[in-house]
């Protein structure tokens, strides 16, 4: 079993970023939380982040026919991006979509999600177990 976790822009500032929000825990934290279980479980995953949309796109697409599955948090492209949604459709692999804060409690614009149509399940406000329970939900699939 290999997943791709993708994490989208300004979530390489967890720890610095609106802690109050996203806790105070560090993306290489996360990174290390993610190893561990996938450790645990013996998964084999990837973790990736980039602030550009582009590169979130070729991430998805160099996943096509080596991944069994997409955990991703697009950060601020969720609210935007068609061309993540495309590329998501294009590869046909099976995704979840995570976001650490409630999403659907904060502004208005946060509630919408170009992603969520394609997702396999969508985990809100669970800080960073979402991850975990993302992954356990690909490998029960
Ligand atoms: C986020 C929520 C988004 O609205 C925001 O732009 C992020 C992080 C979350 O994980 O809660 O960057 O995806």
Redesign the pocket.
Known sequence: MKILVIN????NMLGI?EPS??GKNTYADLVGMIEEHAKKTGVCVECYQSNHEGCLVDKIQEAYGNTDGIVI???????TSVAILDALKSVGIPTVE??????DS??E??KISYITSYCAKRI??KGFD?YLEAMDFLCEK
């Open positions: 989208g822009p300004n979530l970023r929000i996203y948090n697009p950060g601020a492209y969720t609210h995570v976001h650490i804060s409630d999403v904060r502004e614009f946060r809100t406000g979402g």
